[in-house]
């Protein structure tokens, strides 16, 4: 591959801030997916993602879409997102990764992917890492103006109450917040140079159990849960922003509540979970870990605590929640899924222009 810029490239990357920022700048919404940087060279196609692990293999509908819609010469910073009816899904594009060939190729035909553009890095012979945003956003324009679907250019604006209109309505089609980026920002690889703007929510959860740091023993995470309406208690993910003290006392503040039979326990079938099951389950082993099996310890489901939380994803957390304090005047059986604020939703081809 002969570009001016090569893989492994790290992304500009984005750090939370809990306002819109003013300026010069240029919002975009924030798309729910796998960031990464397409190059191509003629029919060599690379899709690099932010932790450098390439891509290519699980989505070669989207390589192909590179090849036909992109230019020659590139190197395009996006996200390969996936659709689901009128919004974004990403339960179904994390199943997109799965190391056997065939399922892969039976998944890009059932579940296809799409790319949505919103950097250009490189084009023809020229690095465009040292042009300023607003140059770069206006030549990303130009040379994607005659792209198709799958392939898409991200809407962008420079209109402050346009970027709040965005952060309260397009989360109803599965997108993220809003994304500010100066006009005058060059590229900065690994750097935390552009602004997210993201919703955060807070929901009281029973604690049925944690996971052990991967430092030593020491609490990682609590296992977090709540009650459907048929009584059950489903995981829907975990809380771990802890000091390294913190995590220490909680050993001891947990204790009480440990089982060590499972019997009687709401998950306890997670102990004897089958391949199909596993990545539902606290116990799961990880695509993106390297086949890591992530242990658990059972506890009592009798502690209530607070998170905050950005987004649901199907039934559960979309990202890590964050401890904000425990309810001991909360009953864990009212912690149900009704309490949940659920986005008004919104059709994602209106954002798309398709």
């Known amino acids: 591959m002969d570009l001016p810029i090569s893989p492994p490239l790290e992304p500009m990357l984005a750090k939370a801030v809990a306002a819109m920022p003013r300026g010069d700048v240029l919002y975009e919404p924030k798309w729910d997916g796998f960031r990464c940087i397409v190059f191509r060279d003629g029919d060599d196609v690379e899709l690099a993602s932010r932790g450098r692990k390439p891509l290519t293999r699980y989505f070669p509908e989207v390589v192909e879409a590179a090849r036909r819609e992109l230019p020659e010469r590139c190197a395009v910073d996006g996200e390969i997102v996936l659709r689901h009816g009128s919004r974004l899904d990403f339960d179904r594009l994390q199943q997109r990764i799965h190391p056997a060939a065939s399922r892969v190729k039976l998944l890009a035909a059932e579940t296809p992917a799409s790319f949505v553009a919103f950097d250009l890095l490189a084009l023809g012979s020229e690095s465009l890492l040292d042009v300023p945003f607003g ?24 209109s402050y109450a ?41 929901a009281d959860c029973v604690v049925a159990g944690f996971r052990w740091h991967k430092s030593g023993p020491i609490v990682g995470s609590l296992l977090l849960g709540l009650y459907d309406d ?24 947990l204790a009480p509540y440990r089982m060590d039979d499972l019997d009687g326990h709401p998950w306890a079938e997670w102990a004897r979970q089958s391949e199909s099951t596993a990545d539902r389950m606290p116990g799961a082993v990880s695509r993106w870990s390297g086949g890591k099996n992530l242990e658990w310890v059972a506890l009592r489901p009798e502690i209530v605590v607070e998170v905050a939380y950005d987004a649901m994803e199907g039934d559960r957390f979309r990202h890590t929640a964050r401890f904000r304090r425990w309810r001991p005047d909360r009953a864990p059986e009212s912690c149900t899924y009704e309490q949940l604020e659920v986005p008004v939703a919104y059709d994602l081809d209106a954002i798309l222009g398709d």
């Open 135 to 158: 140059e770069r956003r206006d030549r990303l324009v130009a040379a994607l103006a005659d792209a198709r679907a799958p392939v898409h250019v991200t809407p962008a604006s420079d």
């Open 162 to 202: 346009q970027a709040l209109q965005w952060f309260e309505t397009f989360e109803g089609a599965g997108l993220d917040g809003v994304v500010a980026k100066r006009r005058d920002g060059v590229y900065q690889p690994g750097k935390r140079t552009m602004f997210k703007i993201k919703h955060e929510r807070t």
């Open 230 to 253: 048929d009584g059950r208690l489903q995981h829907v993910g975990v809380a771990a922003s802890f000091t390294m003290k913190r995590r220490a006392e909680l050993v001891d503040e």
